[in-house]
């Protein structure tokens, strides 16, 4: 079975039909899903998601474009959250220089404060890092992230990042993108990173691998990435389900619950 690592259903996209397609996924080979969440508004519908689905768990986190309006009243209600027992992990959080909004240093603020709630509450933490690698980076090493943990989410840097991250101790994220023709820096990382350190995820109802490209994404999808990382490795994919299934277990620290 699969684990999806990141997935959004409490997206808008999937409002025709969520109950139906979520009900399918055990069928389709999908085990388990961490719903995460991006906004405050979006961490209470995965935690109603979370207590509903029994293969469902939940993230609680506030992505860096949402966090213009958040105050610290808003840190005590994810906090709250946190201790919600299908809660895993804090995210996502993080920095996103690509949509630079609001402004760098609000975005900084906030993910400090919630790498500092993660290690308040003891759980890992889902990275989002888009086009702000060097900052992410300094930040996590200025809040001794390797004592935290969790996973950078849909890796998009390169082998020199990527071996940063897991010498400190965090998990790589990979999804749709490896499947996609201009996705040879994804592809570059997944040989580079060691099996045991790769999770994999659909960050759904974006990102679709080929051959499903452009279309809305969803868990089912998952086999394709399988594939081709299982290409990448030379290894079948029912070893590279089993093995990431492992990983995202430990990832989420399940075996502790
Ligand atoms: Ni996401």
New binding site residues.
Partial sequence: MIFDT?A?YDDAAFDEDREELIAALPAGGIGTVVN?G?SLESTKTTLELARRYPYFYGAAGV?PNETGELTERDMEWLKGICREPKIVAVG?IGLDYHWDEPERGVQKKWFVRQLELAREVKLPVII?SREAAKDTLDLMKGERAEEIGGVI??FSYGVEMAREYLDMGFFIGIGGVLTFSNGKKLKEVAAYAPLDRIVLET?CP?LAPVPNRGRRNSSLNLPYVAEALAEIKGVTREEIEIQTCRNARRLYRLEER
């Fill in positions: 990141h959004h995460v991006a992505h996502e989002h989410h849909c960050d974006y």
